[in-house]
């Protein structure tokens, strides 16, 4: 059984940041990508962001470009979200996401943890 569980998660102004954190637990496994989406009131899950342990590619939905970054270790099955300049419009339910391969698709998923923006 793998685990993932978010952190970081909370209130600030918009125009505040916050640092998400995800860890990975359970049985020995090595991930092939990591990634966060978030679920808005009212609205689907989308894609913020993933990394991609081999090369370390990263990807980004456009409504976070040059305000998200997103970094971790794949040894360590850890994978952060860096979100700046944050915006009203970013208030969600931020999920991490683990994939055990590349056809396998994000397949481990976190509870998710809560980002509200304030205006």
């Known amino acids: 059984q793998v685990q993932l569980v978010e952190s970081g998660g909370g209130l600030v102004q918009a125009g505040g940041s916050l640092r998400l954190s995800c860890v990975a637990s359970?049985?020995?496994?090595?991930?092939?990508?990591m990634g966060w989406f978030r679920r808005a009131p009212g609205k689907e899950r989308e894609f913020v962001a993933q990394?991609?342990?081999?090369?370390?590619?990263?990807y980004y939905a456009d409504s976070v470009k040059g305000r998200f970054t997103i970094s971790g270790d794949g040894a360590k099955n850890t994978v952060y979200l860096q979100m700046l300049s944050l915006k009203p419009t970013d208030t969600a339910v931020y999920y991490c996401a683990a994939a055990a391969s590349s056809s396998t698709g994000f397949n481990y998923w976190g509870q998710g943890t809560q980002v509200t923006v304030s205006s």
């Open positions: 359970g049985r020995t496994f090595s991930n092939y990508a």
């Open positions: 990394i991609t342990w081999s090369g370390g590619t990263t």
